[in-house]
C-alpha cells in the first residue's frame, strides 16, 4: 500500500522550458512534504520542503505546491537546466511523534535536453 | 570532507553468509537512519536512532540487526543473507528535534547483491 505516489516514471523537458513533478498521497495525517534530487551513484539530496500549513514555498528555481484537499503536491523548475537532470523523490513525513520518519515515492526521472 | 559516509559502497556475496555495513556522518545530527532502496526503487525506512537509542523499527526480518555505538556512527548487520535482500542501502542522518529533523543527509548507498 503505497502511501506516496509518483505516477509520473519520466518526463522529459527542453532546457529552458519549465519542468513539473508531480506527487499524490493517500494519508491524512501527513503533514510535511519533502523533495530529494538524486543522480547515480550517489545518495538523495534534499530539495525543497513545505509545511501543511502553507499552499506554496520557494527556493530560487525550486517551488513547490501543496494541494491538501487534493492530496497532491507538485514540484516546478523554472528555468529547466540540463545540471537538473535527475531522479526527483517526494517525500511525506507526519506530525507528532513520527520523529523522522520519511514516506518515498518511487521517484521520476527528468531529462532536461540542452 | 563526506558528511555522510558508507562502507562498503558494494558488496557481493553469497546466500546465508553475515555481512556488515558502517555509517558513519560528521555533521554533528543526534539522529541516523536506514533505508532500503528495492527493485522498484522504492526507498523505505528500516530503522532510525536517536542518541544511540532505537526510535523506529519497522517490519524488518530480525535477520537485520542495527548497531549504534556513538551518535555518530549507525551500523547494519544482516545475518544469513538471502536473495531478496539484494537492494541499495542507504544511511541517513539528520537532528533530531522540531522541524529540521525532516531534512534528512544521505549517504552514497551500499550496493549489495546476495548470489
Known amino acids: 500500500d503505497q502511501q506516496v505516489k509518483q505516477n509520473s516514471p519520466s518526463l522529459s523537458v527542453q532546457e529552458g522550458r519549465i519542468s513539473i513533478l508531480n506527487c499524490d498521497y493517500t494519508?491524512?495525517?501527513?503533514?510535511?512534504f519533502l523533495w530529494y534530487k538524486k543522480y547515480p551513484a550517489e545518495g538523495p539530496t534534499f530539495l525543497i520542503s513545505i509545511s501543511s500549513i502553507k499552499d506554496k514555498n520557494e527556493d530560487g528555481r525550486f517551488t513547490v505546491f501543496l494541494n491538501k484537499s487534493a492530496k497532491h503536491l507538485s514540484l516546478h523548475i523554472v528555468p529547466s537546466q540540463p545540471g537538473d537532470s535527475a531522479v526527483y523523490f517526494c517525500a511525506a513525513a507526519e506530525g507528532g511523534t513520527s520523529y523522522g520518519k520519511l514516506t518515498f515515492g518511487q521517484g521520476t526521472i527528468l531529462t532536461v535536453h540542452p | 570532507d563526506t558528511a555522510v559516509s558508507q562502507t562498503p559502497k558494494y558488496l557481493v556475496t553469497q546466500m546465508g553468509n553475515d555481512k556488515s555495513i558502517k555509517c558513519e556522518q560528521n555533521?554533528?545530527?543526534?539522529?541516523m537512519y536506514w533505508y532500503k532502496q528495492d527493485s522498484k526503487k522504492f526507498l523505505k525506512i528500516m530503522f532510525s536512532?536517536?542518541?544511540?537509542?532505537?526510535?523506529i523499527n519497522e517490519t524488518v526480518p530480525n535477520r537485520f540487526s542495527p548497531k549504534s555505538p556513538d551518535k555518530a556512527h549507525l551500523n547494519l548487520h544482516i545475518n544469513s543473507l538471502e536473495l531478496g535482500d539484494s537492494a541499495v542501502y542507504f544511511c541517513?542522518?539528520?537532528?533530531?528535534?522540531?522541524?529540521?529533523?525532516?531534512?534528512?543527509?544521505f549517504g552514497p548507498g551500499t550496493r549489495l547483491l546476495v548470489l
Open positions: 555533521l554533528g545530527h543526534d539522529t
Open positions: 541517513a542522518s539528520s537532528h533530531g528535534t522540531g522541524v529540521l529533523w525532516k531534512a534528512q543527509y
Open positions: 536512532y536517536n542518541n544511540k537509542e532505537l526510535i
Open positions: 494519508n491524512s495525517m501527513f503533514d510535511y
